[in-house]
């Protein structure tokens, strides 16, 4: 069914370069789908970056085509794409413009020339899915860095773009703001509006994803699912991925012969069906891929 | 060059206390607002060559910690006992370059205090202004790059054309280079990636276990450390709330959460299997995967044994059976990390 | 830590002060500190003093506030007052000569300290003082984005044509949001540095040169990490120089603004007349 949707983003023979001498990205092909979570992993400096700022012209390749919406990127549709792509950074503070969240909010909006009273409307309605309400006159020194996180998301989303790009934009989170984040774009994914790109080093993070596009030395080593990718061993150290904790413990069992199957068990089961039927929202997001918590 | 081990439970309280912190406070100029970063009523006592894991969310007063501990603050209240120097309040402002050249200190993101044009000079700051002559300070650089598994051909490169991962690790030397007994570092393996994270928590190991230096690590991923630290502590709005070391934090897992530090998953394994395995629940947490592996594997064998004489009663309602196929299709890898879709399309089927 | 520096953000009570279009304030600053140049004496002070003090109170903003703002700026002050002094002082029989009436004096050397040289001190430090509280009256009431549209809407007849005015009041926008970020940045800096032995207390003059560099050359590779990923992130939320934009925040100037100005324009004329006069 999914096959069906329109493909909303097309990098064709892609080659960029910062300077003569070191080409970042080579021949990159690559065609997205509306609706996909594209999680974009490598080592730092392979050009994962790079990629996502080629979809709204922030950056320009020397060669290749890339096709947004369905129409070739041009220096003049350019502004017009900017305004229907938004993108959350790594560091929340050096994006937040406005001296209030509110400010800061409808800074963006006033670039999309809205009335002002459906400013009003879109940062209220954001802010209340994004659960910020009260934030609102706050200024960017009194919150926390997950708080700050969220004001740049609910940014983003009030401008209603229909791609949305996560430059690690957890990766200078603690763990309680990185869970919440994901929650969020958990939540995104599932409302379907959005075609996500997440670059990041976040194993959680790229667990979620619908696929992912591995970059090495600036070319496309793996474009596979989350499943595939991480029984991949020397893929993921090509990546700078260490396999996380509970897939270490996985195999070592298995080496030893023990399949999960072969005790009597069921606990971490049960959790993740209560999750599955009763869950919502950040309960759910956070529990279900870890089967529960600790009683 | 001795032979540093992990200590047993037995030497621990016998051990050599570095630092002692007795009833410390610690607040921000007074009529500040933000009086939530401030220290209260902290108590704590780490010896020496051990390595501890300091955790804690945004706020809990972590950073403020580290910088007691080296007399960039002074505390308010209580006393600060670091090796031979005390901090008292309201003392009178000491010297306190005798005490930093054997207590270092690398704050988050260290990459951003280098300024020197070669790499070589930067890691020489420190020696230089502790006293060194130009000569011990280059053999310092060179002994500090070499410590951070770094290849001294990097001495002479800009820092700025460093990678990501090299700048962190050339900036944790540069404090290294001063050649201090404790070391403390904030957050150092902040938006690093998984493998450079794991590599750069093995060799602050090594100058744990190989080099006897006492390491204090601030972390919000305990995660990352359980592997190699001795001890724990645990910061929640200004107190230090918890001190001990991974079984008694295992102990005290539930209490993680609302601390706003995430429960590490080498908790959530154990108690997952010990769950399902009683037997378990009796020996300390293993905090290897291997070593996991290793105490399951010998409390399943067990297990089978007793296990194989009830196993019909064992096959029970439909329900158990269904997810008796759940377990199976899933027995891959990626097990714990499906997609709740096909969760519940096996629940359901 | 970061609200050592208070000026610059805006303390919502609600006030007419508040409600209070920006242009009208800014213009008001604008004559407040013309008056206050020109005054030079204590009756036309006292004046100004006392119309502050109103408007003070009509900001509903506690006085502990006000002095808070002071507070930072004590030592500048403290020079300026010796400044004057000592400048007086070393000069003052050409003081003698106003028409102050010489109420005391004192010789010290070479030094002759006289009421009138204390006068014109404390005089300037006063000055100093209300310029400070007016400005913190006029950041705590309006927001850095009040501010910089005021100051657009002002400059914007000046530059009929082109993007200067709105290039300005980004710019002022920006800074005002940043220099407390880089202030705090520069701290942790100067920490980390002390950390690595370079604590500036404890070092020979020639050491605190290079200190100098350890903590200029990372401040501004940090402005432009941080000015670059501002840039980008601007961008990316499609703003461009002169596009087309609409204003969340509509300045609108009502008859209190009018008053409001009014009254303040009143300043530097009866400053003015008064000096011609006496």
Known sequence: ?295 | ?349 | MRDKLIIGRMIPTGSRVHGLDPRSKITAMLLFTAALILSNGWPQLAALTILSILVLTATKIPAKTYLRALRPLRWLMLFVFLFQLIAGAGNGTVNLAAADPLLWSGTWGPFTLTSAVLSSALLAVSRMALLIVFTAMLTFTTTPSMLSRGVEGMLKPLSRKGTGAERFSLMMRLALRFIPALLEEAQTILKAQAARGADYEEMKLKEKARLLLSLLVPVTVGAFRRAEELTTSLEARGYRIGAPRTAYRQLIWRSADTWFTLLFALLPVGALLMRLTV
């Open chain 2, 1 to 349: 060059m001795i032979g540093w081990t992990r200590r047993n439970a037995g030497d621990q309280s016998n051990s050599e206390a570095v630092i002692q912190l007795t009833n410390v406070d610690y607040t921000y100029q007074a009529g500040s607002p933000f009086a939530a970063t401030a220290l209260h009523d902290i108590n704590i006592r780490i010896r020496k060559g051990t390595l501890v894991g300091i955790a804690g969310g945004t706020g809990s007063g972590k950073s403020t910690l580290l910088q007691l501990l080296n007399g960039l603050l002074l505390p308010t209240g209580g006393a600060v006992k670091v090796l031979d120097h005390t901090l008292l309040p309201n003392m009178q402002k000491p010297r306190l370059n005798a005490l930093r050249r054997r207590i270092g200190l690398s704050f988050q993101f260290p990459e951003q205090h280098l300024f020197e044009d070669t790499v070589e000079k930067d890691l020489m700051f420190g020696p230089m202004n502790f006293g060194s002559s130009r000569k011990e300070a280059q053999s310092k650089a060179v002994e500090a790059l070499k410590s951070m598994g770094l290849d001294e051909a990097l001495l002479k490169r800009h820092p700025l054309t460093l990678s990501g991962g090299q700048m962190r690790k050339v900036a944790i030397a540069s404090v290294l280079a001063a050649g201090p007994e404790i070391v403390m570092l904030d957050e150092p393996t902040a938006t690093l990636d998984s493998a450079a994270r794991r590599e750069l928590i093995a060799l602050l190991a090594r100058l744990c276990r190989e080099e006897g230096r006492t390491i204090l690590m601030v972390t919000h991923r305990i995660e990352e450390l359980m592997e190699v630290a001795d001890e724990w502590i645990v910061m929640h709005e200004g107190r230090a709330v918890f001190q001990g070391d991974a079984d008694e934090l295992a102990d005290r897992s539930e209490e993680l959460d609302h601390w706003g530090v995430a429960v590490p998953e080498q908790l959530r394994c154990w108690a997952e299997w010990t769950a399902r395995l009683p037997q378990l629940a009796a020996l300390p947490l293993p905090r290897t995967a291997e070593d996991m592996a290793r105490r399951i594997e010998e409390a399943v064998h067990g297990f089978e044994k007793c296990e194989s004489t009830n196993i019909a009663s064992k096959e029970g309602s439909q329900q158990e059976s269904a997810q008796e196929l759940n377990d199976q299709a899933d027995s891959s890898m990626d097990a714990p990390y499906r997609h709740e879709k096909e969760v519940s399309a096996c629940v359901t089927s």
């Open chain 1, 1 to 295: 069914m999914e096959r069906e949707t329109a493909v909303l983003v097309e990098l064709r023979d892609i080659e960029f370069a910062y300077t003569k001498e070191e080409t970042v990205l080579k021949s990159v092909n690559l065609s997205v789908r509306q609706g996909e979570w594209i999680a974009v992993v490598g080592e730092s400096g392979c050009g994962k970056s790079t990629l996502v700022r080629l979809l709204n012209a922030l950056l320009r390749p020397q060669n290749g085509i890339v096709s947004v919406f369905g129409e070739e990127l041009t220096e003049h549709n350019a502004p017009l794409v900017r305004s229907r792509i938004g993108m959350v950074f790594q560091n929340p503070d050096n994006q937040f413009i406005g001296e209030t969240v509110e400010e800061d909010i409808a800074f963006g909006l006033e670039g999309l020339c809205l009335e002002r009273a459906e400013m009003e409307r879109r940062i209220a309605a954001y802010t209340d899915k994004l659960n910020i309400s009260s934030l609102l006159p706050k200024h960017p020194g009194e919150l926390s860095g997950g708080q700050k996180q969220r004001c740049a998301v609910a940014a983003c989303l009030s401008m209603e773009p229909e791609i949305v790009v996560f430059d690690e934009a957890t990766s200078m989170q603690d763990e309680r703001s990185r869970r919440e984040l994901l929650g969020v774009i958990r939540g995104m994914k599932e409302q379907g509006d959005y075609t996500i790109f997440s670059v990041t080093h976040d194993v959680d993070e790229m667990l979620a994803a619908d696929r992912i596009i591995a970059l090495q030395n600036g070319t496309i080593r793996a474009d596979c699912t989350p499943e595939t990718f991480f029984k991949d061993i020397e893929l993921l150290r090509d990546c700078g991925i260490e396999l996380p904790f509970r897939l270490r413990l996985e195999q070592q069992l298995q080496a030893r012969g023990i399949e999960q199957s072969a005790i009597s068990k069921n606990i971490p089961h049960k959790r993740v069906k209560q999750a599955v039927e009763g869950g919502h929202g950040r309960d759910r997001l956070d529990e279900t891929k870890r089967g529960g918590p600790i009683e």
